[in-house]
């Protein structure tokens, strides 16, 4: 597990041995994100800094839950500079969240595979 791209410290002492619960909440986290993500994507495309700022700051919340810290970083420069109606380089930062979510992705993923007997 690449603890720079997802740290489960803070879900592994909440849910201790519960790793099961881990995946399911990691998998609905990404599940919300692709929904964050695309609200994200019809803000830009809308040049709607007011919807740019919600997605992003959903994405925040989802990643900053599941230890998605780069994720998260990056969210939060969007959500901040989209609440003050500032877009320059938010398809930049978007592009950056996406590939940083696909990442995440992967760990999850491989968190999954560990579980497998």
């Not at 695309?38 to 839950?65: F, Q």
Request: charged share 30%.
């Amino acid at each position: 597990m690449d603890r720079g791209v997802l740290d489960l410290t803070r879900l592994e002492e909440a849910f201790e041995d519960d790793v099961e619960g881990i995946a399911r909440l990691l998998e609905m986290a990404l599940e919300t994100s692709k929904k964050h993500r695309t609200t994200l994507a019809d803000g830009l495309a809308a040049g709607d800094a007011a919807l740019v700022a919600r997605a992003a700051h959903g994405i925040k919340g989802s990643a900053g839950n599941i230890g998605a810290n780069a994720v998260y970083l990056l969210a939060s420069d969007l959500d901040a500079r989209a609440r003050l109606g500032n877009l320059t380089g938010a398809r930049e930062r978007a592009a950056a969240i996406d590939a940083e979510y696909e990442r995440v992705a992967k760990e999850v993923r491989a968190y999954r595979a560990a579980l497998q007997p």
